[in-house]
């Protein structure tokens, strides 16, 4: 697994993890309170009270911990560093539970040990069923308990304290067996999870994106400019639309192959793309024809754009065989016109236009209106041999 869908499926995982402990702050301190009363019948009220406060301060502190988490939502790479102080923040909390059985333990009062058995015996169960998300944070939560369990009654003496401790290592160990399996099954279904993201992205990067250059495609294009009208009719704003058309492509494709022909389409919307604001679409129709959606740009604007984009594809050089390849192309400019009328009308116009630039000496921008039209003549760069395809 690479890095950084690594990071994601850990982080995927310490969500999960502060989700299933985040029920605690409705729990937490009711039981922290009813544990304290019951210590009191094996020792001085002051000391369970003073436990009890102490649990409900760190209580408020990990439960902070695990809102500040959520709030602030992290990326993969940070990672690490929450798991740093989750980790700390829930040790403190297990750790004060687990030393019930040091001072609370009575040795020779079986209520006694019932009860602080009882403790840990729950602290571990509840650690494989709420921390089995993060193994790392799984590990270290079950340590605390479990050691809390098998050490006051290892450490004393008779066979039955000693069946007490291997009782509580067998049933440490089975929860610790079951809260791995858990993580594991949890794991696979994170990645799953993310596997299936991946395909989603990429099925509507596919479904949008034109695969040979990256830019829209033909069917995403028309619907954002479908959208843009909309939006540009509502509001009343300018919106205008152009066509470009790379000048003698079949002569390209002819002459160097369509490998050649398909690093030209590449460079023409490498070229393109600095030029574009972000909120304009460029999107390739289909062979070497490209179109661009120009939002609240009126006519000067969008002529200003489509002589910039024309400049920036003919100071593409591609180099084939040795020799620069020097690529032009042919700019049809249109403008929304009429309110609400249909976006076949702009590319007709944009279509007419080009078509004019093209019969006009190609490398050059002209205006297609419903009223009048419009030229503005091409700077002195030679294009491709003259030819009557396009």
């Known amino acids: ?3 950084p869908r690594r990071d994601r499926i850990r982080l995927a995982q310490l969500h999960l993890y502060v989700d299933n402990h985040l029920n605690d702050r409705f729990t937490a301190a009711p039981l922290t309170v009813v544990t304290a009363a019951l210590l009191t019948n094996w020792i001085a009220p002051w000391k369970a009270a003073t436990w009890a406060v102490i649990e409900l301060l760190i209580i408020a502190t990990y439960i902070g911990c695990y809102l500040r988490f959520r709030s602030v939502q992290p990326q993969p790479e940070g990672h690490a560093k929450w798991a740093r102080r989750i980790g700390l923040a829930h040790g403190a909390h297990m750790a004060s539970w687990s030393s019930i059985i040091v001072w609370g333990w009575q040795p ?9 058995m009882l403790i840990h015996l729950g602290l571990i169960s509840l650690t494989a069923a709420m921390s089995n998300p993060h193994r790392a944070l799984l590990m270290s939560d079950m340590a605390i308990p479990l050691v809390a369990l098998m050490l006051p009654p290892a450490l004393s003496t008779g066979i039955f304290n000693l069946g007490l401790a291997a009782l509580g290592g067998l049933y440490g160990a089975l929860m610790l067996i079951v809260a791995l399996k858990i993580h594991a099954t949890t794991t696979q279904s994170l990645l799953l999870r993310q596997h299936n993201e991946e395909l989603i992205v990429e099925l509507e990067r596919q479904a949008t994106r034109d695969s040979l250059t990256g830019v829209a495609s033909r069917r995403h294009f028309l619907e954002t400019a479908n959208a843009e009208m909309r939006r540009a009719t509502r509001f009343r704003h300018p919106m205008a639309l152009l066509m470009l058309d790379i000048d003698h492509f079949k002569r390209i494709n002819d002459t160097y192959g369509h490998l050649v022909g398909d690093r030209v389409i590449r460079a023409v919307a490498d070229a393109c793309a600095p030029v574009l604001r972000a909120c304009d679409c460029l999107g390739r129709l289909g062979g070497e024809e490209f ?3 120009l939002p609240e740009s009126d006519e000067g604007a969008a002529l200003k754009v489509a002589q910039r984009l024309r400049e920036a594809i003919c100071e593409q050089s591609i180099t084939v065989a040795g020799e620069a390849l020097r690529v032009s192309v042919s700019v049809g400019v249109t403008m929304l016109e009429v309110p609400g ?28 209106c419903g009223h009048a039209q419009g030229a503005v003549a091409p700077r002195a760069e030679q294009p491709i041999a003259s030819s009557s395809v396009h």
């Not at 020779?108 to 602080?116: C, P």
């Open 1 to 3: 697994m690479d890095d």
């Open 291 to 293: 179109a661009v959606v």
């Open 108 to 116: 020779g009062d079986f209520s006694s040990l019932i009860f602080t």
């Open 341 to 368: 009328e249909p976006l076949s009308h702009l590319l007709h116009r944009a279509d007419l236009a080009m078509y004019r630039a093209k019969r006009l000496g190609r490398n050059r921008v002209e205006v297609e």
